[in-house]
């Protein structure tokens, strides 16, 4: 856990403030990253596998620029539950601001 969350755990690190809710930074290598584009209902995805043994999925023809998800584990998932994971991000995005919505 330490290399993940190298504080004691008590809360007190400095926040990025170049930080953006729903968008992920880019990681060293990610250039090199094997990715897969998916179309699911009309809009475009793109899979990445990331370090933590998971799929880091960004919206490309989305509204906000960037935006996706991330699940963990995902070793193994076949095309149609990569479309389900899809699906169940574009069930809950809010038409008006193209981010999930507030409950």
């Known amino acids: 856990m330490k290399a993940i969350y190298p504080d004691d755990g008590d809360g007190d690190r400095e926040g990025d403030p170049e930080a953006v809710p729903g968008l992920r930074p880019e990681t060293t290598g990610s250039a090199d990253a ?4 998916l179309e699911v209902d009309g809009e475009t995805f793109v899979l990445r596998s990331n370090a933590f043994g998971g799929t880091d999925y960004t919206w490309l023809s989305g509204p906000n620029p960037g935006y996706g998800f991330g699940v963990s584990p995902t070793a193994n998932l076949s095309l149609d539950e990569h ?3 899809i699906r169940d991000l574009l069930d809950t995005i809010d038409a008006g601001s193209g981010y999930i919505e507030d409950d």
Do not use: A, P
């Not at 094997?34 to 584009?37: K, Y």
């Open 34 to 37: 094997t990715s897969h584009t």
């Open 83 to 85: 479309t389900t994971n």
